[in-house]
């Protein structure tokens, strides 16, 4: 059971544009969420999170807008530039079991044309 | 800077060999995590440790297991590499139990199973 559904799989923009990727999480003990950008042979790096009391945040061009009520979060980048092709994975945390795990989505791989 | 580094990039191993995925971290951390990540499933959680010799199963542990003897170390073992387990491995680790922390990860190693 995917507990995190992401769109786009793929996404392409032209330098400059605006890239948007989607989520939306089911289980509502969910209570942290995190983007994570990965570029080719690379682990995944946390990009930015939002804790679910705010509906935006905003880090540079990066902005994760979060509607609690849809259960729908989505990650934002402004101006987009060639350098922020990547995959990019939302993810959902709760405290379950005996430690805090990460639910990802299941990526989304970002193309920016200069 | 954290540095989460892993024993090898690339592995090549025959069907029913016993394979060995070795993941050190450097910053004390206590939580240790092994993820596959595979395109269009994103990253699926095989096995976490929350502390030395404690150990819990993910969401696909079938075919895995683990062991935590120090602090620092996190391997990754399969019993009997099968043709499905060809993926790309990824150890991660995070502070603590119970606060929301980063997830740092490794570059991964992927694996090839004949």
């Known amino acids: 059971q995917q507990q995190v559904k992401q769109s786009p799989q793929s996404l392409i923009v032209q330098k400059g544009g605006i890239s948007i990727i989607n989520c939306a999480y089911e289980n509502t003990a969910f209570d942290y969420f995190p983007w994570y950008q990965q570029f080719p042979g690379k682990g995944p790096a946390l990009l930015i999170a939002i804790r679910p009391d705010v509906s935006e945040k905003k880090e540079g061009r990066f902005t994760i807008s979060f509607n609690k009520s849809a259960k729908q979060f989505s990650l934002h980048i402004m101006d987009s530039q060639p350098g922020d092709s990547a995959t990019y994975f939302c993810a959902a945390t709760d405290y379950s079991g005996s430690a805090r795990q990460l639910t990802f989505g299941s990526g989304t791989q970002l193309t920016v044309l200069p | 800077d954290v540095k989460v580094t892993q024993s090898s990039r690339y592995l090549v191993k025959r069907t029913g060999e016993k394979v060995f995925l070795e993941c050190v971290q450097d910053?004390?951390?206590?939580?240790m995590f092994w993820y596959r990540q595979d395109p269009g499933l994103g990253l699926r959680l095989i096995y976490f440790?929350?502390?030395?010799?404690?150990?819990e199963k993910g969401d696909i542990p079938e075919g895995y297991s683990v062991s935590r003897e120090k602090k620092e170390r996190f391997s990754l073992i399969l019993e009997s590499a099968s043709t499905n387990q060809t993926s790309m491995y990824l150890c991660?680790?995070?502070?603590?139990?119970?606060?929301?922390?980063?997830?740092?990860f490794g570059p991964g190693t992927r694996l090839l199973v004949l």
């Open positions: 910053m004390d951390h206590e939580n």
């Open positions: 440790s929350y502390d030395v010799k404690m150990k």
């Open positions: 991660a680790s995070s502070l603590d139990r119970g606060t929301v922390e980063t997830q740092y």
